[in-house]
């Protein structure tokens, strides 16, 4: 096993190399960059839309999507407006920043903004490959339990934003708010949090304002 | 990269060696052995206590449960009544064969007919690791959306039975059941798929059907 660990922290050490580089490229571009992270079916590809609609007015947004196979989310996120380059992983469970890398250099980055990432639906391993984006938000979302922090420590316990999603199926689901809030204030205290509704629109002001903040403050800084 | 290819495939083909001593063990033990798989929240662990309480004056069940963290699944499968191991796989995404050797060791298997192996919350990296159960099943449910066939087909093709979960939340939902099960028929054609509300009970009987119908037909088969 000695082995296999030395090839995995060589591995860890290229990305978080070539993560330092996307992020020169992306602040020598003045282009913010945000890394979603979530579970399959959370509802980052329905956050995205959501986001480039309320948006894509006074920002100039570009979407990089992860998947294992298929260009179904690019397709969702152009057809919503923005600039949207597909990577398939093939059977790789995270995206890293080698095809980031990638992205960048296919992208205008003079024709962007505000750079969103859509990661492999992973609550795992996305965790351990930092992009060199500015900052990276986890989507949760009500169906899949209150239990979750407790049982996926590693990707709450680094991310510097919280989607809540898929409030309107509070009422058919037993969801104990406080109880997934303490897991999440134990192992990100202070973090900050935006329960909403992709469905219903329900909350999505405040994440619009919170995403518009971090296009115009975040600009030069390094990745997190 | 190539240096990583090699190592990735001496692990997997390691895992496979030692899912064959599982599946052996197993066999000589008399007990059947079913792996779950699904997305964090997709009801695994519902799905379980309810196979306990519907077989469990029957079939002696066991349940060995994989966890980034917590022993909150184990705790609620020996609360139904099963002989209950957690696994804390630390970091790692997946059960492999090796863990899964471990708990046979832990546990008195000529007390068990049934068991069921809980693996780690996760689309894509647990279908790389065969653990030498004699079925896998992949629980899918309604809120992950009707699209997860297409993007996850590596976890489709190679399951033996799908379970469709939280069909009470059909009505809240958008989730094309003639979409969703086109994707599911071209990547594993003619798989078995059980709709069912883990809630409402509803379906549950064709699903402790077919799991009372492997636990005595598959005893001393070899593993898929």
Redesign the interface.
């Known amino acids: 096993m000695t082995?296999?660990i030395t090839?995995v922290e060589k591995?860890l050490g290229a990305n978080e190399r070539l993560a330092t580089e996307n992020n020169k490229i992306l602040n020598n571009a003045k282009v913010v960059g945000l890394n979603l992270m979530a579970?399959?079916?959370a509802g980052k590809t329905s956050l995205i839309e959501k986001t480039i609609h309320g948006l894509g007015s006074r920002l100039r947004i570009a979407v990089v999507d992860g998947?294992?196979?298929?260009s179904?989310?690019a397709d969702r996120a152009a057809a919503a407006g923005a600039l949207a380059v597909q990577i398939n992983t093939g059977?790789e469970?995270h995206l890293d920043a080698v095809m980031l890398g990638q992205a960048l250099a296919a992208l205008d980055l003079s024709a962007v903004d505000l750079l969103i990432v859509e990661n492999?639906?992973?609550?795992?391993?996305p965790a351990?490959f930092p992009l060199g984006t500015h900052k990276s938000v986890l989507i949760a979302?009500i169906?899949?339990?209150d239990?979750?922090p407790?049982?996926?420590?590693?990707m709450y316990q680094g991310v510097d934003a919280l989607v809540i999603n898929?409030t309107?199926?509070l009422p058919?689901?037993d969801f104990d708010m406080d109880y997934f809030r303490r897991g999440v204030e134990a192992l990100n205290p202070g973090l900050i949090t935006f329960p909403l509704s992709c469905k219903t629109a329900e909350g999505m002001d405040s994440w619009l304002d919170w995403v518009s903040e971090v296009a115009s403050e975040a600009k030069g800084s390094t990745f997190e």
């Open positions: 082995q296999r090839v591995i579970s399959p079916g998947d294992i196979a298929t179904i989310d059977g469970c492999v639906g992973n609550l795992i391993c351990y979302s169906p899949e339990g239990d979750k407790y049982k996926y420590p590693g898929k309107d199926l058919y689901i």
